[in-house]
């Protein structure tokens, strides 16, 4: 970060209101004032400056220097080279157009209750149970469902236990900013904190720790990222899924991206919705996201491919390569080469390429382009 004071003024106007936002949240978790809450109702997922005489674009600790939101955010100016250079000790490559990666393979939890349970082999809920068990982390930021799951609406949340894992294995297609549960993570103890989140969350740890955002960057010590080109507002089961479909959201057990949106009903019933479809529903945040393949995460993961009980495993870190050599040297996880389904390496690049196209030419005279293919 360069050394004049940014603070919620300049994050609100070039992120905030300018489209780039994704709602990832980690500027609410960074403030140290207690001065930003968060909106995820009526289509809207974006910060939203809380305190009393002040406009919404306007701070009392920021005008008194106060910095934490912008360097909390992984939206703001030159966020990719610098967090590359952090992570990596370099910026990605024009070809690197999935981020930079030590190894990429296929992997899936042996263990058969993980495996079923979890979406696509259940490799996110066997690493949080392995990082758990072997004392590795405290708590793990996660998305559930709602209530009793029948509103299919996604919240943040803490797991701690392996019945909490289990509850919150699966994917859900509309947008959970599991950044918000840090604060219940640290009221119940918790001291390491792994982060499962879409690509726009995964980038928050680095960025906290490479701008020295305080003490909730210390905290993140393992980042799951999800391969994500998308989320869909809330609304989408209301005014598509059930409107055209009758799908309703009681009844839906199950769901799905493989080219279509996959839908599992509670009587067994099985439909596809084009993906076409879904497109008026996309949140604004995810319009000009460029960062499909978690390109800052520890291990990025996502079900793209031929295999369905297999999860496309990409590993970035140190941190990453240490913990799935010890789940694969327990017999945790199994894997094979990601070379053994040739299509799901190529769509990956597809649809990282694609995606890196949606960013601005040109966001702020300061922040340079991102590295374009």
């Known amino acids: 970060m360069p050394p004049e004071k940014f603070q919620w003024e ?43 005489g002040f406009g919404p674009n306007d701070c009392s600790h920021g005008q008194k220097g106060c910095t934490s939101c912008t360097r909390a955010c992984p939206r703001f100016r030159a966020w990719e080279p ?19 990666s030590a190894d990429i393979c296929l992997a899936r939890a042996t263990d058969p209750v993980l495996a079923e349970v979890g979406q696509d ?47 919150s294995a699966g994917s859900r297609y509309t947008y959970s900013a599991n950044t918000l549960a840090y604060h219940d993570a640290v009221e119940s103890g918790a001291e390491r904190i792994a982060l499962v989140g879409m690509s726009c969350q995964s980038s928050v740890p680095p960025v906290m720790k490479q701008r020295r955002a305080g003490k909730v960057a210390r905290r993140l010590t393992l980042n799951i990222g999800l391969l994500c080109s998308k989320t869909f507002d809330d ?3 209301d005014e598509l899924l059930d409107a055209k479909y009758g799908l309703k959201r009681a009844e839906i057990k199950k769901m799905n991206i493989k080219g279509r949106l996959q839908v ?18 996309t ?70 390429r694609k995606q890196r196209s949606r960013w601005p030419d040109a966001v702020s005279v300061d922040a340079p382009r991102l590295v374009q293919a």
């Not at 599992?264 to 529903?281: N, S």
């Not at 995810?286 to 978690?294: I, L, S, T």
């Not at 199994?334 to 799901?344: F, I, K, S, V, Y």
Request: with cysteine; net charge negative; charged share 25%.
């Open 10 to 52: 300049h994050l609100y106007r070039e992120v905030v209101t300018s489209g780039l936002c994704t709602g990832c949240a980690g500027c609410v978790i960074a403030c140290p004032h207690d001065v930003l809450g968060y909106r995820d109702d009526a289509g809207i997922y974006k910060p939203f400056q809380t305190e009393e």
């Open 82 to 100: 610098e967090i590359d250079e952090f992570l990596f000790g370099r910026p990605r490559a024009p070809e690197e157009v999935a981020g930079i």
């Open 121 to 167: 082999g259940g490799l996110v809920s066997a690493i949080l149970l392995y990082a758990l068990e072997h004392d590795l982390i405290d708590a793990a930021l996660v998305s559930f469902l709602e209530g009793d799951g029948s509103t299919w609406k996604a919240v943040p949340g803490v797991a701690r236990t392996k019945e909490q894992i289990l509850a």
């Open 235 to 237: 609304a989408i089961f």
């Open 264 to 281: 599992w009903m509670r009587d067994g019933a099985y439909h596809e919705v084009p993906l076409k479809e879904c497109q008026a529903w």
């Open 283 to 352: 949140r604004e945040g995810c319009k000009a996201c460029p960062d499909f393949a978690a390109e800052h995460a520890d291990i990025s993961t996502g079900g793209i491919g031929a295999f369905n009980d297999w999860t496309l495993t990409i590993v970035r870190t140190e941190v990453g390569r240490e913990l799935l050599d010890g789940m694969i040297a327990e017999n945790w996880i199994e894997t094979r080469p990601g070379d053994d389904d040739p299509g799901a390496i190529e769509l990956l690049h597809k649809l990282a």
